[in-house]
Nanobody, 124 residues
């Protein structure tokens, strides 16, 4: 098992940057593909980005490609989501998730463990 805790959310103006962190404890962090998802108000949870076990591969949703970057440091048991040039449509609760099995996936139901989420709001 792995426990995940997100941090770094907040309220920012459009065009600003924010970096979310997800700290893991429990099982060996490099056993897991890591993903970020978000759930906008009144909408379904959606995939944002994912990174492979050792960071060699990443995938992004089209809506964030070129603005967001996912990265991980296995020595620190942490995965980050750097969000630049933010827009009001990025407003959501952001979740990190861990997938033990692979391959790297956009599907939420493939992820085994989830954090509690962190709120991000972008004002226009």
């Amino acid at each position: 098992q792995v426990q995940l805790v997100e941090s770094g959310g907040g309220l920012v103006p459009a065009g600003a940057s924010l970096r979310l962190s997800c700290s893991a404890s429990g099982d060996a962090f490099n056993n897991y593909i890591m993903g970020w998802f978000r759930q906008p108000p009144g909408k379904e949870r959606e995939f944002i980005a994912a990174i492979s076990w050792h960071g060699g591969s990443t995938v992004y949703a089209d809506s964030v490609k070129g603005r967001f970057i996912i990265a991980r440091d296995n020595a620190k048991n942490t995965v980050w989501l750097q969000m630049d040039n933010m827009i009001p449509e990025d407003t959501a609760v952001y979740y990190c998730a861990a997938d033990h099995n692979g391959p790297i996936t956009r599907r939420a139901d493939e992820y085994d463990y989830w954090g509690q989420g962190t709120q991000v709001a972008v004002s226009s």
